[in-house]
Each structure stands twice: as structure tokens, then as C-alpha cells.
């Protein structure tokens, strides 16, 4: 399963099936695989976050996507994120984008 499949239908599925599925997705994805449950959690909690707005209006804009890109920037330390990390959840982000 492609992650765009799955973020496409994540704002009309439950959260334990959303939560399932991206779990399946990370697993699978050789990008991914690095990522602890940590790491999971910030990406489901994102997706949380903005689900109505994606809902409402069909995404999100460039302008939330990067202060969001910001915020998790300037807590990389504390969430214990790499480049690489930030690159792979910017690349989850930008599948929302309007």
C-alpha cells in the first residue's frame, strides 16, 4: 500500500485503522523502517492535527506546512529527529498540501 492511499482516505477512517495502517506502512517502507514508536506517534499526531482542516477544505496550505516544518525543526533535539527524519515526515506533510 502506497502512503498517498493511505493519507488520501485518513480524514474518513476511524484511528485505530489509520493508526494500523501507517503502522503496516512503516514497517514495509525501506524509508521508514528507522522509525521508532516515537516517531510513529508524531506522524499520527500530524495527521490528527490537521485532519479536519484537510476535511474541511481538501489540505493544507504551504504556509501551515512549513511553520509545521519550523516547529519540528526547532524541537528536533527534543523529539530526538535527524535530517533525515525531518525530510521523510516535510515529504508525509506535503501529500496534504493544497
Aim: avoid cysteine; glycine fraction near 4%; proline fraction near 1%.
Amino acid at each position: 500500500m502506497d502512503i498517498k492511499e493511505i493519507l488520501k482516505n485518513a480524514v474518513h477512517e476511524p484511528e485505530y485503522l489509520l493508526e494500523r495502517k501507517i503502522n503496516e506502512f512503516i514497517i514495509h517502507d525501506y524509508r521508514f523502517r528507522h522509525f521508532g514508536e516515537a516517531h510513529k506517534k508524531l506522524i499520527l499526531d500530524l495527521i490528527k492535527k490537521y485532519k479536519e482542516l484537510i476535511r474541511k477544505n481538501g489540505g493544507i496550505s504551504a504556509h501551515i506546512i512549513q511553520e509545521e516544518e519550523y516547529r519540528l525543526y526547532e524541537n528536533r533535539l527534543k523529539l530526538d529527529l535527524v535530517e533525515e527524519d525531518l525530510k521523510h515526515i516535510k515529504e508525509i506533510l506535503e501529500y496534504f498540501k493544497i
